[in-house]
């Protein structure tokens, strides 16, 4: 049995291009702010929360290819830090730009202007979760999935239904969470 392979990518679709990813991300109000960021700027996910500590994945901020996929340079490297001070800074940057206050979970990005001291003296910060993960659903859907026409690609996203909104900050998802009866 033989399987469908995948056109090849041309060499100069994974090459990154001069320009840098510009998250848009959502307000508490429902509006989107977009951030600015600069190539001297970081992108820091949380690879592991062990008991109060948090295991920070951090890279440059990321260009993209001419496909419009991420590409991170180099150097990469890690740091473990308190999770109380880390949420504080997190808190504090979220209220002061309307972003939801919820707790920190293992997958979570933020935007970083400057990591230089401890947490609590990180100032300008956005949490980009939600873009981060729409842009490694984009990536990964292209990777498994055939390339569509534009007429296609039209079609599909019409066809997109609203996003649910997001979790309160007590871990619950709302009104539509599901009680049993007994």
């Not at 049995?1 to 291009?17: I, N």
């Not at 508490?28 to 949380?46: L, N, T």
């Not at 994945?57 to 109380?84: E, K, N, T």
């Not at 609590?120 to 984009?138: G, I, Q, Y």
Request: one cysteine or more.
């Amino acid at each position: 049995m033989m399987y469908e392979q995948r056109l090849a990518v041309a060499e100069t679709d994974l090459r990154s291009t001069e320009h840098l990813w510009l998250p848009e991300v959502p307000l508490e109000d429902g509006s989107m702010q977009s951030i600015a960021p600069k190539p001297s700027d970081r992108y820091v996910a949380i690879d592991d929360i062990d008991s109060n500590l948090a295991t920070l994945a951090i890279a440059p901020w990321p260009l993209l290819d001419a496909q419009g996929r991420l590409v991170f340079g180099r150097p990469r490297r890690s740091r473990v830090v308190s999770i109380g001070p880390l949420l504080e800074a997190v808190d504090r940057c979220r209220a002061k730009t309307g972003q939801v206050l919820r707790p920190l979970r293992v997958g979570d990005v933020f935007w970083i202007r400057s990591l230089v001291g401890s947490v609590a003296r990180w100032r300008a910060m956005a949490d980009v979760t939600e873009p981060a993960r729409s842009a490694a659903k984009a990536a990964l859907n292209a990777a498994v999935a055939p390339r569509l026409s534009s007429a296609e690609a039209r079609k599909l996203s019409a066809s997109v239904a609203e996003p649910p909104s997001p979790a309160k900050r007590d871990g619950s998802i709302g009104p539509s969470h599901a009680i049993p009866v007994v």
